[in-house]
């Protein structure tokens, strides 16, 4: 489990670096949805910007942007295929898993997602860039890396036990050994 959370806590380094370049990521999509003509349908799918990248981009920094984009989506679905392999789970944090997985897929139609509180990803965008073309792009890490930690919350609270949590089930204060609990502790029962 702590190579997990190690690998998600990498991947959150990456993503605050991509973060950092959002306002190239969107000029990026923008530039390649113009040489693709595709300028009226919204940044919809992991493919989708794969194929902007591969087909439609020119320059080097809008390359090296949208492939951020596209190995932080791969390093997330890898994390993904590593934590059904820590713990089988229950039907909670399969449901988690389930909508990592779903989102993370190269074709899912991400149009509809938005990120809420505390990520501010959708509000640097304009109304009608939120709205209408990358809202749902911008949204797509943030989401996921926030199932991902629900996830490692409940599975560490609910489903692993450790040595430790059980010792505090059992645990027993010496100074009550030989008294009763309820006996001040200068009295000795006669």
């Avoid at 492939?67 to 399969?94: A, W, Y």
């Avoid at 692993?160 to 609990?181: F, G, I, M, Q, V």
Wanted: net charge neutral; proline share 4%.
């Amino acid at each position: 489990m702590d190579e997990v959370v190690e690998t998600l806590g990498k991947i959150e380094q990456n993503y605050k670096l991509f973060q950092q370049q959002q306002l190239t990521f969107i000029k990026a999509l923008k530039l390649t949805r113009v040489e693709a003509n595709d300028v009226v349908r919204p940044v919809s799918s992991i493919n989708q910007v794969q194929c902007y990248k591969d087909h439609h981009c020119y320059n080097s920094r809008d390359k090296h942007v949208l492939t951020m984009f596209i190995s932080i989506c791969n390093d997330l679905r890898n994390l993904c295929q590593k934590l059904e392999h820590v713990h089988p789970g229950d039907r909670v944090s399969n449901s988690l898993m389930e909508k990592c997985k779903e989102l993370l897929k190269e074709s899912n139609d991400f149009t509809a997602l938005r990120a809420t509180y505390p990520h501010g990803v959708v509000n640097y965008l304009s109304l009608a860039e939120a709205t209408d073309c990358y809202g749902g792009v911008v949204s797509l890490i943030p989401i996921v890396i926030d199932t991902m930690r629900e996830w490692i919350t409940y599975t560490n609270n609910n489903l692993l036990h450790t040595d430790r949590e059980c010792s505090k089930c059992k645990y027993e204060d010496p100074r009550l050994k030989n008294k009763a609990p309820w006996m001040p502790a200068n009295k000795h029962p006669n």
